[in-house]
Nanobody
C-alpha cells in the first residue's frame, strides 16, 4: 500500500485546512486509514481513524468537534477536515493504513499501522 498525504500549509488561528490521503496498491475498502500528528520533540499522536463501514470513525477526544474524517472509496482517498485551528495544532500530519478488522481501540496506537505516508506540514500561526 502506498499512501500520499497532501493539503498541509500555513493557516491563521481560527482557519481551516483539508488534508487528503490518497491510497494505492490494495483494496481501499479493506483498510482502516488513520491520521496522526507529530510536533517537534513530541510523540506521534493519534488524531482520527476511519474504517470501512459507515459510522466507524474515532477521534482523539480533544479534537472531536473541530476535526472530521471522511472516506471516499471511489477515489481511494481519506480526508481530514480541520476547522477552528489553533497554534497547538501545528505538527506534521501523517496518514497510515491498517487492516479494518482490527479492534477500533487498537487503531488509536501507531504500532497498529503497517503503512505510512510521508507526512504533510500544518502550521497555525498569525
Amino acid at each position: 500500500v502506498q499512501l500520499q498525504a497532501s493539503g498541509g500549509g500555513l493557516v491563521q488561528p481560527g482557519g481551516s485546512l483539508r488534508l487528503s490521503c490518497a491510497a494505492s496498491g490494495r483494496a481501499f475498502s479493506s483498510l482502516a486509514i488513520g491520521w496522526f500528528r507529530q510536533a517537534p520533540g513530541e510523540e506521534r499522536e493519534f488524531v482520527a481513524v476511519s474504517r470501512r463501514s459507515f459510522g466507524s470513525e474515532s477521534y482523539a477526544g480533544s479534537l472531536k468537534g473541530r476535526f472530521t474524517i471522511s472516506k471516499d472509496n471511489a477515489k481511494n482517498t481519506v480526508y481530514l477536515q480541520m476547522n477552528s485551528l489553533k497554534p497547538e495544532d501545528t505538527a506534521v500530519y501523517y496518514c497510515a493504513a491498517a487492516p479494518s478488522t482490527l479492534v477500533l481501540s487498537s487503531l488509536w496506537s501507531p504500532e497498529s499501522y503497517t503503512y505510512w505516508g510521508q507526512g504533510t506540514q500544518v502550521t497555525v500561526s498569525s
